[in-house]
């Protein structure tokens, strides 16, 4: 068995501040869920797909296929829907982007990109130059662009954050008895040429506002996830809003 | 019988006192004032809002303004029952109809305040860099009590360095504020940031991004709801023709949502630098902070550490060989007078 830091963690580099305060946060929370885990697990095996870290608490590598959202009736598949400043995750309010195809513009759908979904132990960044004339997204690895209040955005991860400038670890996304957990810090909206950190905990390792930790669930017989998030906006001109972030597919290791 | 050589008059030594005060007071103002971490926030500000405070950028937000204004009102005008038909069945416009008249009254309120402060903006973005701001004092400061420090701890040597130093700096701290136009160009700073106080607050900035949620939504209804459908009943080329300042907001909604998106981040990532630079002293003082110290230290190094002429110290020198303390003159303070 690979030890936490090894598997779990990108090693301790020649970084910024912030990157090595983001990296201990990382280390802390990890550390504190590799102990939950070690008290309170059978020492399950991996499953397919995953590389085993701890004890009942696997690093899942691979894609994160998404299921396109879908509007009829409840919101299912995955979408992505943006809380007004001062609001709550619960009650909004949020954002109605008229460009929505749901009859509540609050949800924004979103469909499989050209890797399929998200991919994990890796980035997804976005191609050069990352939006065009209109400031539509160009990135389209993770999520095909979506309209937003009439311009398309985009979905990427890599190393270098474009919003904060910081070096940001890889996507990881632990499975631990059928409950997802992690980190996906580098998750970077694009819009309106501009970026939007979304990734949680932020790059610089903190969780501001609204920000909730990566959860959810996993089936390790079908590869079926639900991964949840939410993400504060820090600066920009949406600073105090706050993405919240449904990711619905299958699992397919690397 | 203490060598009168070796004494420093009390008067010299008072004015050199005074100059190491001086200097510790410069040095001391920075920190007091946190200028180190308030200044460079200014300096932030001022770069961050550059884009836009351009008389024709400015003017281009006013037109944004005008180009929504008239779509609203066009369409909320429109007694055309198929115009009316669409709005009215439009969910997603209401918001903008009902909440419009209040954006627009603020928003063009706020371009104004900030186009007549135009000329208050560029004169600060004219003065040298916020972030040089506390080495304006720290330095001179330093060198101020190095001088006044030299003089009280070897008053026989460098009299003429000390005074010439002191001199020099004073009306290097007199001359900077006119050299840099201060006088002009801080009240006019003073007067931006008194304008600038209700709109760069956290309360106002997020009433505009919700001001800048709605007008997105209803643009969006307007776009996608409405207009398509008066140009399904008749036709597009008419309904270009019944709603044209709607066809022209659609045509421009990108180039406005260009505009409006960066300034509205702008104006959100600077309430903090703003709170920052208001904590600082008023801006019409800072000249003052230059020149009150400077003219101080030109009467310091002139009256306050003028030695007397040797012809004066013959004459005054009793004729006694050994002349008292007390009429002695300073150590080497003829030497900064030849």
């Given amino acids: ?26 280390l802390a929370t990890a550390t504190g869920g590799a102990l939950t885990a070690c008290s309170s697990d059978d020492g ?39 809380v007004n400043s001062g609001g709550t995750l619960e009650e909004g309010p949020y954002f109605p982007n008229p460009d929505s195809s749901c009859s509540d513009p609050s949800i924004t759908p979103i469909a499989p990109g050209t890797d399929g979904g998200l991919v994990t132990g890796g980035y997804q960044p976005s191609p050069d130059p990352a939006f065009d004339d209109q400031g539509n997204a160009q990135a389209d690895g993770i999520t095909a662009p979506a309209g937003f209040a009439a311009i398309q955005f985009g979905l990427s991860t890599q190393e270098t954050d474009p919003q904060t400038g910081t070096e940001v670890p890889a996507p990881e996304i632990l499975a ?55 993400s504060a906006v820090v600066d920009g001109p949406f600073n105090g809003f706050t993405g919240v972030w449904h990711l619905e597919g299958t699992f397919t290791p690397a | ?49 550059e884009p836009f405070m351009t ?23 429109s007694t055309d029952p198929v115009v009316v038909e669409a709005r009215e069945a439009s969910a997603g416009y209401a918001p903008l ?26 004169a600060v973005a004219a003065l040298p860099d916020f972030a040089l701001f506390p080495w304006f004092f720290l330095v001179p400061g330093a060198l101020i009590t190095a001088l006044a420090g030299l003089g009280l701890l070897a008053p026989r040597r460098r009299t003429a360095l000390v005074r010439g130093g002191l001199a020099l700096l004073g009306a290097g701290l007199i ?80 180039g406005i949502l260009g505009d409006m998106t960066p300034m509205i981040g702008a104006m959100s990532d600077n309430v903090d630098s703003y709170q920052a630079v208001a904590s600082l002293p008023p801006f019409p003082l800072f000249p003052w902070f230059f020149v009150a110290p400077g003219v101080l230290l030109l009467a310091i190094a002139g009256p306050g550490l003028r030695g007397r002429r040797p012809t004066e110290e013959a004459a005054t020198r009793a004729p006694s060989p050994t002349p008292s303390p007390a009429d002695a003159p300073a150590p080497g303070l003829t030497e900064g007078v030849r």
Avoid at chain 2, 199 to 224: D, H, K, P, S
Wanted: proline letters at 7%; one cysteine or more; charged letters at 20%.
């Fill in chain 1, 176 to 230: 631990a008895d059928g409950e997802l957990s992690g980190q996906i810090t580098a998750w970077s909206a694009s819009w309106n040429s501009l970026y939007f950190n979304q990734g949680s905990p932020k790059p610089d390792g903190s969780s501001p506002g609204l920000t909730a930790p990566v959860s959810g669930t996993y089936d390790e017989e079908t590869g079926r996830f639900v991964l949840e998030w939410a």
């Fill in chain 2, 1 to 49: 019988m203490p060598d009168p050589a070796s004494r420093t008059r009390p008067a010299r030594r008072g004015a050199l006192l005074a100059a190491l005060a001086i200097g510790l007071g410069l040095i001391a103002a920075p920190v007091a004032f946190a200028m180190f971490d308030r200044a460079p926030q200014g300096a932030t500000m001022i770069a961050d809002f």
């Fill in chain 2, 97 to 122: 109809s009902e909440q419009w008249p209040q954006i627009h009254e603020d928003m063009t309120g706020l371009l104004d305040d900030v186009q007549a402060n135009l000329g208050n903006y560029q």
């Fill in chain 2, 175 to 254: 001359a900077a504020p006119v050299a840099f136009q201060m006088f002009d160009r801080a009240p006019a700073g003073g007067r931006m940031m008194d304008a600038f106080a209700t709109i760069q607050t956290t309360e106002n900035v997020t009433r505009i991004q919700g001001y800048f949620a709605t007008m997105a939504a209803g643009q969006g209804a307007l776009r996608l709801d409405v207009v398509p459908a008066v140009a399904q009943r008749i036709g597009p080329d008419a309904a270009a023709e019944t709603l044209p300042a709607t066809t022209a907001l659609d045509a421009a909604w990108i």
């Fill in chain 2, 55 to 77: 008389a024709p950028r400015l003017e281009g937000f006013q037109n944004d303004i005008a180009t929504i204004d008239a779509a609203v009102r066009e369409v909320d005008a």
């Fill in chain 1, 1 to 26: 068995m690979t030890t936490l830091s090894t598997t779990v963690l990108p090693p301790l580099r020649r970084t910024s501040r912030r990157r090595r305060l983001a990296t201990l946060a990382l």
């Fill in chain 1, 44 to 82: 399950g095996d991996a499953p397919a797909g995953g590389d085993a870290s701890r004890a009942g608490s696997v690093a899942l590598v691979g894609t994160f296929a998404l299921d396109p959202g879908a509007c009829d009736g409840a919101p299912s598949g995955s979408y992505f829907r943006m």
